[in-house]
C-alpha cells in the first residue's frame, strides 16, 4: 500500500494507532541517514555509506564505519554512496543500508513481533519511478508499511512552520544531494522545485578548485573537511582568515603533498555552486502568486539542511534575494523530527500530507 493511499483509503490513522509495534521516521539523505522514534528522539545519525565485498556483494559495514572505509579499502571491497542526487542509485544496496538501521533502531525479540511502520522522506522532484524505488526498498529492508513524505513539507513541520495555516512559508532545504525549494501554505505545497545540487556539490568545488590552484588531489572525506572547518561563502563576521593545513597527492608526481589552505581560497570555490542555488530560489519565488510572496518577504526564509549551515550563506542569500534569511538552530534534523510529527499528531497533519503530492 502506498503513502498516499493508505491515507485516501482511512487506513492510515488506525494503523498508526496500533501500539504492536515501533514506528520509525527515517531521512533517507545522500550524505546522511537520520532514524527518530516518536517519543524518543532521535536514534541514529550515520554517513549513507556502505562498504560492500565486490565478488559476493556481501555487506561489510555500514554507516560511519564504512565511510572510514573510503578510498582506503583494497580493490575486492568498496565503499558506495547508495544514494545520488537524493534518490536511489543502486536498489540492493540501499535496501541493505537501510534494513542494516531499522535493524540497530529496533529490536525484534520474535518472530511473530510486528515490523515497523516506516514514514520516509522524498525529494521534492522525486519521479513516480524514484519514489516507487524508496518505498520498495523500505518494505524490503523490513517496513510492514511505507508511507511517503517531500522533505520540504518535512522540514518546514521539524521547524515548527505554521503549515497548516493561511500564511505563505518558503523552505529552502539544502542537503547532501539535492536542494529543495517549496512553498507551503494551508497544509500543501503550493510550488516547489528540486536541483539536483548541494553538498556534494559544493565538496567537489572545493576538490577542484584546490587541485587546479594548489596541483593537490584530495578525497571526498578530506574536501567536505574543510568546507566545515573553514568554508564560507561571506568573510566571516569576526573579520579573521582561517587556514588549514592538509595532505594530499601532488597532481604531478602523485607523491604524498601537504598543503596550506586558506578560507578565501575555499570561498572563491564555493561562488559557482552557491549561486547556482540563488538563480534556482529566484525561478521558484517567481512561480508564488503575489499573496504569498508577500508572506514571505514578511516572514522570510526558511534555510535548513546541512548545506545551509555554511558560513554565511544567510546573509549571502538575504542580499542576493533581497528577503530575510533565517537559519534553523535545528537545520540538520528538521526533516526526520518533521517525518515523526507524522507518526505522532497523524489527525493534525493528514490533510497537510494528502495534499503534499
Not at 505554521?162 to 501554505?185: F, L, Y
Not at 568554508?231 to 569576526?238: R, V, Y
Not at 542555488?277 to 517567481?286: A, L, N, R
Amino acid at each position: 500500500m502506498s503513502f498516499l493511499d493508505s491515507l485516501s483509503s482511512g487506513d492510515f490513522l488506525s494503523n498508526l494507532g496500533s501500539r504492536s509495534s515501533v514506528d520509525l521516521a527515517i531521512d533517507l539523505g545522500t550524505a546522511n541517514t537520520l532514524v527518530a522514534i516518536p517519543g524518543e528522539g532521535i536514534v541514529i545519525n550515520e554517513p549513507s555509506v556502505v562498504a560492500i565485498e565486490k565478488s559476493t556483494h556481501r555487506v561489510l559495514a555500514v554507516g560511519a564505519e564504512a565511510k572510514n572505509m573510503i578510498n582506503h579499502t583494497p580493490d575486492a571491497f568498496s565503499a558506495e554512496h547508495p544514494l545520488k542526487d537524493g534518490v536511489i542509485a543502486d536498489y540492493d544496496v540501499t535496501e541493505a543500508m537501510l534494513s542494516a538501521f531499522i535493524n540497530r533502531a529496533i529490536s525484534r525479540k520474535y518472530p511473530w513481533q510486528a515490523k515497523p511502520r516506516i514514514v520516509i522522506c522524498i525529494p521534492c522532484g522525486a519521479t513516480s519511478v524514484e519514489k516507487r524505488a524508496v518505498f520498495e526498498a523500505a518494505i524490503q529492508a523490513g517496513a510492514r508499511q511505507a508511507y511517503l513524505v517531500e522533505e520540504p513539507m518535512a522540514a518546514a513541520m521539524g521547524a515548527d512552520l505554521p503549515v497548516t495555516e493561511p500564511i505563505g512559508s518558503m523552505v529552502v532545504d539544502i542537503g547532501g544531494g539535492t536542494t529543495e525549494v517549496a512553498v507551503i501554505s494551508l497544509g500543501g505545497i503550493v510550488t516547489s522545485s528540486s536541483l539536483r545540487m548541494a553538498g556534494n556539490k559544493m565538496d567537489e568545488a572545493v576538490a577542484n578548485y584546490l587541485r587546479d590552484l594548489l596541483g593537490i588531489k584530495i578525497g571526498e572525506r578530506t574536501a567536505e573537511y574543510i568546507k566545515i572547518a573553514i568554508g564560507s561563502i561571506l568573510p566571516f563576521e569576526d573579520g579573521r582568515e582561517r587556514d588549514l593545513l592538509i595532505s594530499g597527492q601532488d597532481m604531478y608526481t602523485e607523491q604524498p603533498k601537504e598543503v596550506s589552505v586558506q578560507s578565501e581560497d575555499v570561498r572563491q570555490a564555493l561562488q559557482a555552486p552557491v549561486e547556482e542555488m540563488v538563480i534556482h530560489i529566484k525561478d521558484t519565488f517567481k512561480k508564488t502568486n503575489p499573496d504569498l510572496a508577500s508572506d514571505i518577504i514578511k516572514n522570510g526564509i526558511l534555510l535548513t539542511g546541512g548545506g545551509g549551515l555554511l558560513s554565511g550563506l544567510d546573509r549571502y542569500l538575504s542580499h542576493r534575494l533581497e528577503i530575510p534569511v533565517w537559519v534553523s538552530e535545528t537545520a540538520l534534523t528538521n526533516v526526520v523530527m518533521g517525518c515523526s510529527k507524522v507518526l505522532e499528531t497523524p489527525t493534525a497533519l493528514r490533510q497537510t500530507l494528502m495534499r503534499s503530492k
